[in-house]
């Protein structure tokens, strides 16, 4: 049974940064691709960042230059460095495994 559990989310300023992890359980990690994505009560789920198999990165146009998505095979541990952070960034971020495993979300709140 995979597990997706997020965690570093929290209160941030604008233009402040935080950084996400994502523990997965189980040994799959490496064979899917992991992204991260996020929802507020406003609008649908977004993709925010993938990476691939082979480590290939793929992010949303609102959060290129400012936002990293990384991974450590080693750890089963997906990571989202998020920088420069704006209120519109707020959200419910999730990370998924090849969109087949979902976590519970973290909360990322910006504001002054």
């Known amino acids: 049974q995979v597990q997706l559990v997020e965690s570093g989310g929290g209160l941030v300023q604008p233009g402040g940064s935080l950084r996400l992890s994502c523990a997965a359980s189980?040994?799959?990690?490496?064979?899917?691709?992991m992204g991260w994505y996020r929802q507020t009560p406003e609008k649908e789920r977004e993709m925010v960042a993938y990476?691939?198999?082979?480590?290939?990165?793929n992010y949303a146009d609102s959060v290129k230059g400012r936002f990293t998505i990384s991974k450590d095979n080693g750890k089963n541990t997906l990571y989202l460095e998020m920088n420069s952070l704006k209120p519109e960034d707020t959200a419910v971020y999730y990370c998924?495994?090849?969109?087949?495993?979902w976590g519970q979300g973290t909360q990322v709140t910006v504001s002054s």
């Open positions: 998924t495994m090849g969109n087949l495993y």
């Open positions: 189980g040994s799959t990690f490496p064979i899917f691709s």
């Open positions: 990476i691939s198999k082979s480590g290939s990165t």
